[in-house]
């Protein structure tokens, strides 16, 4: 895959692959309890060895997931799986530190992703959110991603299985 205008650069955040002195500070964001509740693969006290090989460095090739920065500090992380197994779409995930969340941060990086993957031709799109994280239901909505199904999902944070949203956005959609 061609990595044209990468990094790629929104408002206010640097959206750029994952390097190895990354990953505490990533770690520390995705293991948070109120966090990792709302991802499906991390969770408190997950092993520092299992989270990094989530995070494949120095890459854009998905899957993958990279880095986002504002004012130079981690503050989150945003990536791209493939599509298989019968779905069509690639998957999305990102996650922000909460001292971040709120301000539009998280519909400005979704969009801009979403935005540069349609360019390096990745599209269609997915991405599943539990029903108790409608912030991130209105970022995946302010990007072009369209409510498909509900269901249920797994998170590693959660004790059991709850309540999804699934989400698809064709390739090119405006958000």
Not at 24 to 48: H, K, W
Not at 152 to 159: H, L, P
Request: hydrophobic fraction near 45%; charge should be neutral.
């Amino acid at each position: 895959m061609t990595a044209a205008g990468w990094p790629l650069r929104t408002a206010r955040t640097l959206i750029r692959s994952a390097r190895a002195d990354d990953l505490p500070a990533l770690y520390a964001i995705a293991t948070r309890p109120e966090v990792a509740r709302m991802l499906f693969l991390f969770r408190p006290g997950m092993d520092a060895d299992d989270f990094a090989a989530r995070f494949p460095l120095d890459t854009t090739t998905p899957p993958f997931r990279a880095v986002i920065e504002r004012d130079g500090a981690v503050v989150g992380s945003i990536g791209v799986g493939i599509a298989g197994r019968g779905e069509p779409a690639a998957p999305i995930w990102y996650f922000l530190d909460p001292v971040v969340a709120g301000g539009g941060l998280g519909s400005e990086v979704v969009v801009g992703f979403a935005t540069w993957l349609d360019r390096a031709g990745i599209g269609p799109l997915s991405a599943d959110v539990f029903t108790d994280n409608p912030a991130s239901r209105r970022v995946l909505e302010k990007a072009g991603f369209q409510l498909s199904d509900e269901g249920m999902g797994v998170s590693a944070a959660r004790a059991a299985p709850a309540p999804i949203w699934r989400f698809h956005r064709a390739a090119g959609s405006p958000g």
